[in-house]
């Protein structure tokens, strides 16, 4: 059974709680952590979402769909380990935030992702001890500034602007993330759609490789990779991104000033 956490704001103080169909249960302590349920709840529509994360890092990886690759690269060939970045937690918004197009930036894409938040730290972890490691899954857009990202070569610029790492709306444990399906919808229209049986590193292969970089705590985010069909967005225009069984992140667009 999957349960559903959320972060929240509610008369000027911040939560995490359990969604329970319309009302959401406050907990006492931090998910993943150490936490309890306590006897209080509020009504989903009374509250401010916040993202459902309280990472010390972002780390992601890029060209993880073969598609993707073959639309985004001069040649198909897929990568032969995973290629990683990582994103800042400045960069972080909440659901129903604006993203904010850089004035420096001529192209913002959307890119829908699948999120993972660890439960314990991970040190040269094997692909089985990351599996025990998941706490839970999300909706992640890797917004990014394209031209920045192909002039730079690196992609940290492109990456890692204020507002390009929105994030929630929930934080769903108990679900099967080697075949979720993952979506994104600009102006209600589909743009991406795919899951991630179709990864090419499944998620404790690529976790255990980055554990083998760097050491992961609990509470960091992981993102996972996008599928084709990655699009560039304007002011004025509403991304949705969707993660089956996760709900659907939505985020206005603006241009800086």
């Keep these: 059974m999957s349960d559903k956490y959320c972060r929240f704001r ?30 209080e709840r509020v009504l989903l529509e009374s509250v401010d ?65 699948i999120g993972v938040v660890l439960s314990k730290g991970l040190h040269q972890a094997s692909a089985d001890e990351v599996a025990d490691a998941i706490f839970g899954v999300t909706c992640v857009n890797d917004v990014t500034a394209r031209d ?30 080697l075949s979720l399906r993952v979506e994104s919808r600009l102006n209600g229209e589909v743009r991406q759609s795919s899951d991630a049986s179709f990864m090419i590193f499944p998620i404790p292969e690529l976790i255990s490789f980055m554990s083998h970089v760097m050491t992961l705590n609990a509470g960091d985010l ?27 992140l939505k985020n206005g667009v603006v241009d800086e000033g």
């Design 10 to 39: 509610h008369q000027n103080e911040t939560h995490w709680g359990l969604l329970e169909d319309d009302q959401i249960t406050l907990i006492e302590g931090r998910v993943p952590g150490e936490f309890e349920l306590i006897n």
């Design 49 to 113: 979402l916040l993202e459902p994360v309280e990472p010390s890092k972002i780390v992601c990886v890029g060209l993880n769909y073969a598609e993707h690759v073959k639309e985004s690269q001069s040649a198909d060939e897929v990568p032969s380990e995973p290629v990683m970045f990582m994103k800042p937690p400045t960069a972080l918004l909440a659901p129903g935030g604006n993203i904010i197009r850089p004035r420096q930036a001529e192209r913002v894409d959307y890119e829908a992702e």
């Design 148 to 177: 920045l990202q192909k002039k730079d070569t690196q992609w940290t610029r492109g990456k890692g602007f204020d507002t390009f790492c929105p994030v929630g709306p929930y934080l769903a444990t108990g679900l099967d993330y």
């Design 222 to 248: 992981i993102v996972t990779g996008t599928p084709k069909g990655i699009g560039p967005m304007v002011a004025g225009d509403v991304i949705e991104i969707e993660v089956e069984g996760v709900g659907v």
